[in-house]
Structures are given as C-alpha cells and as structure tokens.
C-alpha cells in the first residue's frame, strides 16, 4: 500500500486555495506570485517583441488592432493577456490575475479595491519595486501582488500614446505604463 502516503496528501493538498497550497509546499504567496508572474511577463514581452513589434512597427507586415476580428489583424498584448486570464479563471483557477493601468484606455482596466490603488501609485513612484499587500474581498482574504509593467518596445508608446481614449499622451520608452496584479487567496 505504498501508493496510498502519496495519493493521500495530493488529494488533500487538491481542495486548498493557491496561497494554501503554497504555504504547505514550502512555498510563500509572494514568491509563487513571483513565480506566475516571471512566466506571464515574459509570455507578454515575446508576444510584443516577436509578434506586434516586429510585424506591425518593424516589417509592417500587418496592424495589431483591439478589433482584431473585423480587421484580420493581430490582437494587442493587453487583449492576448486577458484571454488568458479568462481561459485560466474557466480552467477553475483559484488565482486571478489582470493587467490594470493609472491611465487606462480602457476604462475597466482601472483600479478598483485599496490594495490596486496604492500597488499602481507604489510601482509608479518606486521604479523597479514591486507591492505586496493582503486584502479581504467578500468576506475572503488575499495576497495580492503588484508588478510594474514597463514599455518595453517602441509599439507600446507609439499605440497609447496615438490612442484616442488614452488619458496620457507622453509616455516614453521604459516607462511604468501600468501593472499586472496578481491575486492569491489565503484562506484555502
Ligand atoms: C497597437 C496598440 C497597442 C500596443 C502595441 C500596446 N497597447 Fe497596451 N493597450 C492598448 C489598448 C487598446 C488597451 C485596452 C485594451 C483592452 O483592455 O481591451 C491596452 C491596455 C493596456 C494596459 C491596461 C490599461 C489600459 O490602458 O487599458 C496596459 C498597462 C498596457 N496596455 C500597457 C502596454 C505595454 C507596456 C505595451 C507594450 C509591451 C502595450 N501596452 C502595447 C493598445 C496597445
């Protein structure tokens, strides 16, 4: 009966919530948010760098447009990171995360509890920091993490910057343009 000490804890392990899990691996909330986020950041500046950059601003090969259906076009890093937030929250994750902004160009991509609020400003005014914080939502407690969002390539100015809804006309090359979060809960 070997088997059994090794199903037994799994399956105990399989009904706790993200920052539970994590804590009993060893692991703490904030470095498995770093963890995510490493993965997704990453995801994100190739999707930018080796899709949108180089076909839309380099080879001009073909637009990256937030109508991407209607115009054949290539979807925008922001779009491409939610879907997949979507697809990971359908997936029945028990983490969520989004890509928020202090100037938004879409409007529901602003910040909305305390911990949002004081992450966005935190990584704007303190670059290359990150912001931790633990929040209760709904009656439910969270590790929430902020993680500064930097343009990386000139597609991410020159869209935003160009974009009629954008609220800020100026942004340069390596600026904080907004933040991912990152939410664990901690409850189980
Ligand atoms: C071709 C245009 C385009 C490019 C390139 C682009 N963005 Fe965006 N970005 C948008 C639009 C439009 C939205 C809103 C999309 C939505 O939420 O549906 C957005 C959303 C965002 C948001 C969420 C807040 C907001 O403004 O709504 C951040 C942060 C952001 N972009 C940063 C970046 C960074 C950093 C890059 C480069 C890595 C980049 N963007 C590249 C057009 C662009």
């Given at each position: 009966m070997k088997s059994m000490k090794v199903v037994v804890p799994v399956l105990l392990l399989a009904g706790l919530g993200a920052g539970a899990l994590a804590?009993?691996?060893?692991?703490?909330?904030?470095?498995?948010?770093?963890?995510?986020?490493?993965?997704?950041?990453?995801?994100?500046t190739v999707y930018t760098k080796l899709i949108v950059n180089r076909l839309q601003n380099e080879e001009k090969v073909i637009k990256a447009s937030e109508h991407w259906k209607e115009d054949k076009a290539l979807v925008l890093p922001a779009q491409m990171f939610r879907a997949g937030a979507?697809?990971?929250?359908d997936k029945g994750?028990?983490?969520?995360?989004?890509?928020?902004?202090?100037?938004?160009?879409?409007?529901?991509?602003k910040a909305r509890t305390d911990a949002?609020?004081?992450?966005?400003?935190?990584?704007?005014?303190?670059?290359?920091?990150?912001?931790?914080?633990?929040?209760?939502?709904?009656?439910?407690?969270?590790?929430?993490?902020?993680?500064?969002?930097?343009?990386?390539?000139?597609?991410?100015v020159t869209c935003h910057n160009g974009h009629k809804d954008s609220p800020k006309k100026d942004f340069k090359i390596g600026?904080?343009?907004?933040?991912?979060?990152?939410?664990?809960?901690?409850?189980?």
């Amino acid at each position: 009966m070997k088997s059994m000490k090794v199903v037994v804890p799994v399956l105990l392990l399989a009904g706790l919530g993200a920052g539970a899990l994590a804590s009993a691996a060893g692991i703490t909330p904030q470095s498995m948010a770093d963890a995510l986020h490493m993965v997704l950041d990453t995801d994100r500046t190739v999707y930018t760098k080796l899709i949108v950059n180089r076909l839309q601003n380099e080879e001009k090969v073909i637009k990256a447009s937030e109508h991407w259906k209607e115009d054949k076009a290539l979807v925008l890093p922001a779009q491409m990171f939610r879907a997949g937030a979507e697809m990971t929250h359908d997936k029945g994750a028990t983490f969520s995360y989004s890509l928020l902004s202090l100037w938004p160009v879409n409007k529901q991509n602003k910040a909305r509890t305390d911990a949002e609020k004081q992450g966005l400003q935190y990584v704007v005014d303190n670059k290359g920091k990150n912001f931790y914080a633990e929040e209760t939502l709904g009656g439910k407690k969270y590790f929430t993490a902020v993680y500064p969002d930097y343009a990386v390539v000139p597609a991410c100015v020159t869209c935003h910057n160009g974009h009629k809804d954008s609220p800020k006309k100026d942004f340069k090359i390596g600026d904080v343009m907004g933040a991912v979060v990152i939410r664990l809960p901690l409850d189980g």
